[in-house]
């Protein structure tokens, strides 16, 4: 285990009896043993001295794709938790989009052996029904004891809602949680980007903002019917925000997260057809993104995630219509957000996603596990191909200003630094 003393770090983290004091931490054995305004450096521990250091609780990414198995082209699952601790992220949840679908026990037990021995923590979600082809339900028991957090099929709607109702009653008897991804696919038709002006004067067939909302609907009446907990990922619509904030009034066991590129990016961006801004949801017009910012900041949306999918060039850099959706987005997150969110708005949408999970979550003070995130909030910059240290490189946020840095994570007994 690395032993650490972190210098004049300014601390974030409400819960702890040193939040907004700039103190020392000493780190030892994973522990974290004194906090104090000056500790005195000893032999054997390795210094971090910055300029500007903040710490917080460990972040957590709630949806991040890396391709293994079957897809180790587009990334790993070793590469990307070491740019999941590089960008600040001491632990991620993994989508089940690989190839075969982490849709059993076995497939769990396969990325959490891949993942062992690393500063960030990965936590599986399984997929929701065999092989994500919405059919029929996947082993959800079996792979909650195996070690997933939850279930849902990545960026794919469950379109039959009896199915959907049985996977709510059927998950209670465990506590487990759902991931319900949000999109009429009827609705949807062929459309490929937000479904408004943008769309219209480029000739772009349109995904209209009813898709999704309609779908948030249909599952929040089925979750009041069936009760159950259901985590709704990267809403992206004005009605959605609506819906789940009349849900949580209810009383409902909702909660729901937005993606980095739809609280910092618009439809306006599309103007030039390139396919590094096809995500879905899609990215909508300036005013929806203005509501989505003010619904994080009054604390509708529980969580923000990356939503990083790595995708190879050969199915990225294509014509706007045939290119597949995603963006990565673990190396850019912070800075992208701080761009457009009060820094403590930030840091605790990124430690909030531990909480919904279920995963642990320690406070910084004497005598906790470390498990922190180490940034800067006074970097101004502009974000790069050379910042990208995944495989894939198709990135959203090549040549946008950047608001402070992440600069590593202390986890695991681990210190990784973005140097």
């Not at 897809?71 to 690989?98: C, H, M, W």
């Not at 082993?139 to 709607?157: P, T």
């Not at 991804?181 to 937000?194: E, H, P, R, V």
């Not at 306006?268 to 203005?290: C, H, N, Q, W």
């Amino acid at each position: 285990m690395t032993q650490v003393i972190l210098k004049q770090a300014k601390i974030i983290d409400p819960s702890s009896p040193f939040h907004n004091q700039t103190m020392d931490l000493k780190i030892e054995n994973g522990t974290i043993t004194q906090i104090d305004k000056e500790i005195t450096t000893t032999s054997g521990f390795e210094v971090v001295n910055l300029p500007n250091l903040h710490v917080s609780k460990g972040w957590m990414d709630s949806s991040v794709s890396f391709g293994e198995p079957g897809y180790e082209d587009r990334e790993t699952i070793e590469n990307g938790l070491k740019v999941a601790a590089k960008s600040g992220f001491t632990a991620v949840a993994l989508q089940p989009n690989s190839n075969p679908t982490i849709d059993n026990q076995s497939q769990v037990r396969f990325v959490l052996d891949r993942a062992k021995g690393n500063a960030t923590t990965l936590y599986p979600i399984g997929a929701l029904t065999k092989g994500s082809e919405g059919n029929e339900l996947a082993e959800l028991y079996d792979m909650q004891n195996a070690g997933a957090i939850a279930f849902g099929d990545y960026k794919k709607a469950l379109q039959n809602a009896n199915l959907q109702k049985i996977a709510l009653q059927y998950v209670q008897d465990f506590n487990g949680m759902l991931v319900a991804f949000c999109q009429d696919s009827t609705l949807k038709g062929s459309g490929i980007a937000n479904e408004g002006d943008v769309s219209t004067k480029l000739g772009l067939k349109g995904i209209p903002a009813l898709a999704e909302e309609l779908h948030v609907a249909r599952n929040l009446f089925l979750l009041e019917y069936s009760g159950g907990k259901i985590h709704i990922p990267t809403i992206s619509t004005q009605g959605s925000i609506k819906l789940i904030k009349e849900a949580k009034a209810k009383g409902l066991q909702v909660t729901c997260s937005v993606a980095v590129h739809n609280l910092v990016l618009n439809d306006e961006i599309l103007m030039g057809f390139d396919s590094r801004y096809k995500v879905l949801p899609p990215l909508r017009e300036e005013a929806t993104r203005k509501a989505l910012i003010a619904a994080v900041l009054e604390g509708t949306i529980d969580c923000i995630t990356s939503d990083h999918n790595p995708l190879d060039i050969e199915n990225k850099k294509l014509e706007f219509d045939l290119a597949k959706d995603g963006t990565i987005g673990l190396e850019s997150a912070f800075g992208a957000l701080l761009n457009s969110l009060p820094l403590e708005i930030v840091v605790e949408k990124l430690v909030s996603s531990k909480l919904i999970f279920n995963v642990e979550n320690p406070s910084i003070a004497i005598g906790n596990k470390a498990d922190i995130s180490l940034f800067t909030t006074q970097d101004q910059w502009q974000f790069s191909k050379e910042n990208v240290q995944s495989k894939s490189k198709n990135s959203a946020f090549i040549g946008q200003k950047m608001q402070g840095k992440a600069v590593g994570i202390y986890n695991n007994g681990q210190l990784i630094m973005n140097n």
